[in-house]
């Protein structure tokens, strides 16, 4: 996946682009107070029964397509990964 996401001078541009896009400067925080302190997640019974997912986008385009979508699970820590995925562009702006 490296050849296909990874470029000459990709740190530079990812510098640049942290400072030069407005979005990338916002902090958003929360006004209210904490409500105590966190508590772990229950751990899930079987493989597969509570999984994250998420697309990866914005990627350069390889065949029109520029998005990458991951499946985790959680139990096992196995990751699943689709590239490129078969949405259009469109779809994954």
């Not at 541009?13 to 942290?18: A, G, K, S």
């Not at 979005?23 to 006004?31: A, L, M, P, S």
């Not at 209210?32 to 994250?52: A, R, S």
Request: with cysteine; net charge positive.
């Amino acid at each position: 996946m490296e050849y296909i996401y990874a470029w000459k001078g990709i740190k530079e541009y990812v510098i640049w682009h942290v400072l030069e896009f407005n979005i990338c400067q916002r902090v958003k925080h929360e006004i209210t107070h904490l409500v105590g302190l966190l508590q772990p997640l229950p751990i899930p019974f079987k493989k597969w029964y509570v999984v994250f997912m998420d697309f990866i986008v914005g990627l350069p385009k390889i065949g029109g397509k520029s998005c990458i979508f991951v499946i985790l699970d959680r139990l096992t820590q196995i990751l699943y990964i689709s590239f490129p995925f078969l949405l259009s562009s469109r779809h994954c702006r």
